[in-house]
């Protein structure tokens, strides 16, 4: 696809904060959003991020003004929007299926929003002109939705939503109909345009790898309660619960039991052996001596053979039991040798070996990018 054009100094869009309190819906006897609070700054890339049922797309939706909230409060730029109708919020939208008009021509499509402002022609015709560009989209004008590909379907629906102007996008799984690569390639392209446009967005999703790609910031929802709100780097390498490991990304999840604790250090009992942490690595408020916890070790911080590449490394002798290729990388499937667990490696070509299934091999963890939670029995292993 072609690149983008450079943004018009007139296309820029001034984001606008927003204070969410106490936010709640309840169907009946259902509570599908509870307590749900965060303030967003403006400009700011927000993701909304849980499980199908979680309650993302809820809030998206009370937020646009298309569901009612059962309690709680909306303010856009300190101004209470709670109870104001979808087209006074000033908010761009764009859902799964890009709803566009089929009897309409990209053109129209974009230049509807407008039209339902009561702006001139003259002034329609410009403004979609300078979004067309901003997307990327200028030879596909003419062109019906049903002559689009899926992508670009969604370049369509992302211009219609941003060619008012809004001060906030709201994006409800933009990228799911989307095959791998197309995804990969509009995952860049939305980076893009926040950053050009400095609109905020709010952009709910079930994918971990695009909350984590995109977000300035993840809320992450689970029953319809906020679990945690933290920068993408913090929940993937700092996760508070062995909940929160198991989602945000893959994680091997090890179970011990606290040795001792201080101010500055943690000694825990695993099956790896006994394990010092610095006190910076446990995610845990009020941990005590014999409290069970869980070691979170990620896949890529596991190296399979040869030895004299775990140099500070706590080593393990494990068997392979699977090995899957994916290109720049191998997941390998281990089981300990002398010790009762179950690990996850993922290596880079330049830690491959002549490895198959059924060998044993030396293991290294990477303690010191580990991180200990608390054993709460929640994680989907």
């Not at 009946?28 to 959003?33: L, W, Y």
């Not at 945690?228 to 179970?255: C, K, M, Q, T, W």
């Amino acid at each position: 696809m072609p690149e983008a054009a450079p943004v018009p100094e007139a296309t820029a869009m001034a984001g606008a904060s927003i204070q969410i309190s106490n936010l709640e819906k309840r169907f009946g006897h259902v509570n599908a959003v509870r307590n749900f609070s965060v303030d967003i700054s403006r400009g700011e890339f927000i993701s909304v991020l849980g499980a199908s049922g979680s309650g993302k797309t809820t809030v998206l939706r009370m937020i646009a003004g298309l569901e009612d909230p059962s309690g709680g409060h909306i303010l856009i730029d300190g101004k209470d929007a709670t109870e104001l109708p979808p087209e006074a919020r000033d908010i761009g939208l764009v859902f799964q299926d890009y709803a566009l008009f089929p009897h309409m021509s990209v053109r129209e499509n974009i230049g509807f929003p407008l039209q339902m402002r009561g702006r001139r022609k003259s002034d329609i015709a410009a403004e979609v002109e300078t979004i067309l560009a901003l997307v990327g989209a200028s030879q596909l004008a003419d062109r019906k939705p049903s002559q689009l590909s899926g992508g670009q379907q969604q370049r369509v629906a992302l211009a219609r939503a941003l060619v008012f102007k809004p001060k906030l996008l709201l994006l409800d799984e933009p990228l799911s109909a989307l095959d791998k690569n197309l995804r990969e390639h509009m995952k860049a392209e939305i980076k893009s345009l926040h950053r050009r446009t400095g609109v905020t967005v709010m952009y709910v999703t079930h994918d971990q790898s695009e909350a984590l790609a995109l977000s300035d910031r993840i809320i992450v929802m689970r029953d319809g309660s906020i679990l945690d709100i933290d920068e993408p780097n913090r929940l993937y390498s700092v996760p508070s619960s062995s909940y929160l490991a198991s989602f945000i990304g893959d994680a091997n999840l090890i179970d011990g039991r606290i040795r001792s604790i201080d101010a500055e250090t943690a000694v825990i009992d695993c099956p790896i052996g006994s394990v010092e942490l610095p006190r910076s690595q446990v995610r845990l408020e009020a941990a005590m001596p014999h409290d069970k916890i869980r070691l979170v070790v990620r896949p890529e911080n596991i190296v399979v053979g040869p030895p004299d590449s775990m140099s500070g490394l706590i080593r393990l002798r494990c068997r392979i039991d699977e090995m899957l290729y994916n290109g720049a990388n191998t997941i390998y499937s281990l089981s300990g040798v002398e010790a009762p667990l179950v690990l996850a490696a993922r290596c880079g070509q330049h830690q491959m070996g002549a490895f198959a299934p059924g060998d044993q091999v030396d293991v290294g963890l990477r303690i010191e990018r580990s991180v200990i939670v608390l054993d709460d029995g929640e994680s989907l292993r």
